[in-house]
C-alpha cells in the first residue's frame, strides 16, 4: 500500500469560491500527479509535480493551480469554482521501476459546485 | 489530441462466458497498462506491457500489447462476479505521464 491519502472525500461548494484539495503520502514518492474522472472522458490529467516546487501542466489545467512545498503534500486549488469543474478527482503517485512504473491512486475526491 | 479508444463501452455478461476489451490509438506508446476500477475507489493498477507483441497473463486475464505499440487487448477467461468494474487502459507519453482511455464497465452476473 502506497500509503496515499486525499482529503476532503466529499465537498459541494458554491460557484465562484475557492476550494483547495490536498493528497497526502508516506513514501517519499517524487512524482506525484492530478487527475479529474467524468463520464464519457475518463481520467483526464490536470497537473503533475516532478519534485518539491516542480510542477507543470497537464491537458485541462485551466482554472487549477497547484503547490508542492513538501515531498509528502501535493496541493490542488481551484482559484474560483464553476460548475463544469464539479468531477470526481484523483491524486496518484508514480512507483515501480524502469518501464514498468505504475499509478497508485488515492480514493478520489467528489467535488460538486453548486 | 492523442486519444485511446476502448471498446466496448459497456458489457454485461453472464458468469462463465469469455470476453474481450479492446484499447486502440494512432499514437505509439513506449508502454500500456490496464487498471480496474470499482465504485467509489480509485483505479488500481493490473499490469504494464513494454514490448510490441507482448504477453502478460494474471490468473484468468491475459493482457496482449500490438506488435506496433498501438493498441492492447484485454481477454478475461470465465468470467466471475468479482470481475465486476471499470477497466481503463492508459499509454504512456514520454517518461513521466499517462493518457487513459474512457473505460469499459464490465457487469457479470452471478
Known amino acids: 500500500d502506497a500509503g496515499i491519502t486525499q482529503s476532503p472525500r466529499h465537498k459541494v461548494t458554491e460557484t465562484g469560491t475557492p476550494v483547495t484539495l490536498r493528497c497526502h503520502q508516506t513514501?517519499?514518492?517524487?512524482?506525484m500527479y492530478w487527475y479529474r474522472q467524468d463520464p464519457g472522458h475518463g481520467l483526464r490529467l490536470i497537473h503533475y509535480s516532478y519534485g518539491v516546487k516542480d510542477t507543470d501542466k497537464g491537458e485541462v489545467s485551466d482554472g487549477y493551480s497547484v503547490s508542492r512545498s513538501k515531498t509528502e503534500d501535493f496541493l490542488l486549488t481551484l482559484e474560483s469554482a464553476t460548475s463544469s469543474q464539479t468531477s470526481v478527482y484523483f491524486c496518484?503517485?508514480?512507483?515501480?521501476?524502469?518501464?514498468?512504473?505504475?499509478?497508485?491512486f488515492g480514493s478520489g475526491t467528489r467535488l460538486t459546485v453548486v | 489530441t492523442q486519444l485511446l479508444e476502448q471498446s466496448p463501452q459497456f458489457l454485461s455478461i453472464q458468469e462463465g462466458e469469455n470476453l474481450t476489451v479492446y484499447c486502440n490509438s494512432s499514437s505509439v506508446f513506449s508502454s500500456l497498462q490496464w487498471y480496474r476500477q470499482e465504485p467509489g475507489e480509485g483505479p488500481v493498477l493490473l499490469v504494464t506491457v513494454v514490448t510490441g507483441g507482448e504477453v502478460k497473463k494474471l490468473k484468468r486475464l491475459t493482457f496482449q500489447f500490438g506488435d506496433a505499440r498501438k493498441d492492447s487487448s484485454l481477454h478475461i477467461t470465465a468470467a466471475q462476479p468479482g470481475d465486476t468494474g471499470l477497466y481503463l487502459c492508459?499509454?504512456?507519453?514520454?517518461?513521466?505521464?499517462?493518457?487513459f482511455g474512457t473505460g469499459t464497465r464490465l457487469k457479470v452476473l452471478a
Open positions: 492508459a499509454g504512456a507519453l514520454g517518461t513521466y505521464k499517462y493518457i
Open positions: 513514501e517519499n514518492h517524487r512524482y
Open positions: 496518484a503517485i508514480r512507483s515501480g521501476q524502469g518501464p514498468n512504473y505504475g499509478y497508485t
